[in-house]
T-cell receptor, first 113, second 111 residues
Framework: KQEVTQIPAALSVPEGENLVLNCSFT??????LQWFRQDPGKGLTSLLL?????REQTSGRLNASLDKSSGRSTLYIAASQPGDSATYLC????????????FGAGTILRVKS | DGGITQSPKYLFRKEGQNVTLSCEQN?????MYWYRQDPGQGLRLIYY???????QKGDIAEGYSVSREKKESFPLTVTSAQKNPTAFYLC??????????FGQGTRLTVV
């Protein structure tokens, strides 16, 4: 059974700092990995989708990498801002039948001004 | 404007009452999902559907029911058998191996 783990569970950084969020998964047979952002009381917003054949994706100050063989992904946020404060969730889509998303518990990020 | 629409945003349920949460999508995606989120916890899968008129139980299906009569719609009913229904419910859709999109959620409270 696919399991997804996110480290750290919470992170507090000063504004302007570069930071890395980590995601690991137990089964490398995946279609893709997706990073989401969730603000309090809101739904999930998709940030980046990495297909299994890709190594990384970039969007603005965000860069996500994927090492499928080792079961790891990182989300790099450059020059963090208070508006980046949110919960960040990692999810994989397994190749098994049904291929439903499997989520990690998330990393709560606080960027202090 | 394309996306996932969930309604209502807030819902209150009395003891012994069934309530239905609505989820509509205009993305033309085959797969739709219902998740439950409790404070400080990750998302747990309730039900999912890969195609019209077909759906499967997720990890916590007891006390819930769904239907998928149309591609665009995937309503979730929280029955009286669900003893602890107070939670934040999220609906999602994807095209199978493609980016998943989520609605803004429904917060259900037992009164």
């Amino acid at each position: 059974k696919q399991e997804v783990t996110q480290i750290p569970a919470a992170l507090s950084v000063p504004e302007g700092e570069n930071l890395v969020l980590n995601c690991s998964f137990t089964d490398s047979a995946i279609y893709n990995l997706q990073w989401f952002r969730q603000d309090p009381g809101k739904g999930l917003t998709s940030l980046l989708l990495i297909q299994s054949s890709q190594r990384e994706q970039t969007s603005g100050r965000l860069n996500a990498s994927l090492d499928k063989s080792s079961g790891r992904s990182t989300l790099y946020i450059a020059a963090s801002q208070p508006g980046d404060s949110a919960t960040y969730l990692c999810a994989v889509q397994p190749m098994e039948y049904g291929n439903k998303l499997v989520f990690g518990a998330g990393t709560i990020l606080r960027v202090k001004s | 404007d394309g996306g996932i629409t969930q309604s209502p945003k807030y819902l209150f349920r009395k003891e012994g009452q069934n309530v239905t949460l609505s989820c509509e999508q205009n993305l033309n995606h085959d797969a739709m999902y219902w998740y439950r989120q409790d404070p400080g916890q990750g998302l747990r899968l309730i039900y999912y559907s890969q195609i019209v008129n077909d759906f499967q139980k997720g990890d916590i299906a007891e006390g819930y029911s769904v239907s998928r009569e149309k591609k665009e719609s995937f309503p979730l009913t929280v029955t009286s058998a669900q003893k602890n229904p107070t939670a934040f419910y999220l609906c999602a859709a994807d095209g199978g191996g493609t980016e998943a999109f989520f609605g803004q959620g429904t917060r259900l409270t037992v009164v």
